[in-house]
T-cell receptor, first 115, second 112 residues
Framework: DVKVTQSSRYLVKRTGEKVFLECVQDMDHENMFWYRQDPGLGLRLIYF???????EKGDIPEGYSVSREKKERFSLILESASTNQTSMYLC??????????????FGDGTRLSIL | QQQVKQSPQSLIVQKGGISIINCAYENTAFDYFPWYQQFPGKGPALLIAIRPDVSEKKEGRFTISFNKSAKQFSLHIMDSQPGDSATYFC???????????FGKGTRLHILP
């Protein structure tokens, strides 16, 4: 069974802090994703990585950066946290599908509050 | 062209009833339509998916109906149970694409 582990379930930080959210997957998946989930807005893609050190902006990358130094680990970085980044953050991973889309496997999320 | 529109935003159904969630898409190139189910405190998980070469796919009490000409697809949950209470996301993508575009979600509550 695929396991995607997010380092924290709940996190409280202050405005202006640099925040790191960590995600690890144990199934040797090529793809990893960071989403944020807000009520009424669904799941919005922040960043996508298709290989080590490779990344692609999603729909809402502003204020965020990512790091993928190892295949199993994908970090989301809030460079200078702001209150509008208070949200649920979800990490996911998937195999590269080629011609057939592969399911995304999600972690249980990190609920981040910026005070 | 990249949106997936999902309705209703929330839905309350009696136990044993049929739950219906509708989605519409704009990009006619999309050829893979998954549904994800999310329980409280958990991440979403793939529930069922359809490709447009069929008009319906059934897995147990869950059925996807697909109307290619109308660019619409829907999830039907037959004999809805309290354990089905969750948030459901429809999605669409190209089968060859690793990213998917999610709808905004439907919060389903089944009354016991």
């Amino acid at each position: 069974d695929v396991k995607v582990t997010q380092s924290s379930r709940y996190l409280v930080k202050r405005t202006g802090e640099k925040v790191f959210l960590e995600c690890v997957q144990d199934m040797d998946h090529e793809n990893m994703f960071w989403y944020r989930q807000d009520p009424g807005l669904g799941l919005r893609l922040i960043y996508f990585s298709y290989d080590v050190k490779m990344k692609e902006k999603g729909d809402i990358p502003e204020g965020y950066s990512v790091s993928r130094e190892k295949k199993e680990r994908f970090s989301l970085i809030l460079e200078s946290a702001s209150t509008n980044q208070t949200s649920m953050y979800l990490c996911a991973s998937s195999l590269t599908g080629g011609f057939s889309n592969q399911p995304q496997h999600f972690g249980d999320g990190t609920r981040l509050s910026i005070l | 062209q990249q949106q997936v529109k999902q309705s209703p935003q929330s839905l309350i159904v009696q136990k044993g009833g049929i739950s219906i969630i509708n989605c519409a898409y704009e990009n006619t190139a999309f050829d893979y339509f998954p549904w994800y189910q999310q329980f409280p405190g958990k991440g979403p998980a793939l529930l069922i998916a359809i490709r447009p070469d069929v008009s319906e796919k059934k897995e147990g009490r869950f059925t996807i109906s697909f109307n290619k000409s109308a660019k619409q697809f829907s999830l039907h949950i037959m004999d809805s149970q309290p354990g089905d209470s969750a948030t459901y996301f429809c999605a669409a993508t190209l089968d060859s694409d690793d990213k998917i575009i999610f709808g905004k979600g439907t919060r389903l509550h089944i009354l016991p």
